[in-house]
């Protein structure tokens, strides 16, 4: 093979090149996906776990406009029990710290909710 010296010295800075965003975020020690808070004596939620990552944001639009249009304040899940559709009284009832549960996900995410711009943001109890 002619210039093989040449080849294996490109395809090494080339590998090299196409690494480094990895090994830069390895050695700076990139942020780890947030895992959030959940609620010790609450063993489920409203909806599946997978669900409510996917699509809490859906759920919490779709009671919004339920409870405002329609005023139906009252969820029921399959195996019966009863919640109050409301951020404050239903769901920061067993996600108490919003900093630990919401804003550790969404800072991850880069997201900004707007919920706490009509809602009172809640004390944090922890």
């Not at 590998?15 to 830069?24: D, Q």
Request: net charge neutral; proline share 6%.
């Amino acid at each position: 093979m002619y210039d093989s010296g040449k080849v294996i010295t490109g395809l090494a800075i080339f590998v090299a090149i196409i690494c480094f965003p990895l090994w830069y975020n390895v050695i700076n020690g990139a942020e780890r996906i947030p895992i959030p808070l959940m609620p010790k004596d609450q063993k489920k939620c409203v909806a599946p776990s997978d669900y409510m990552r996917k699509s809490h944001m859906v759920l919490l639009n779709d009671w919004r406009d339920e409870v405002v249009r329609t005023g139906e304040r009252e969820f029921q899940v399959i195996d019966g029990k009863k919640y109050e559709k409301s951020l404050q009284n239903g769901c920061m009832n067993c996600h108490q710290s919003r900093e630990k549960f919401c804003t550790s996900c969404h800072t991850y995410a880069a997201v900004t909710p707007y919920c706490w711009d009509c809602h009172v943001e809640p004390k944090e109890m922890n």
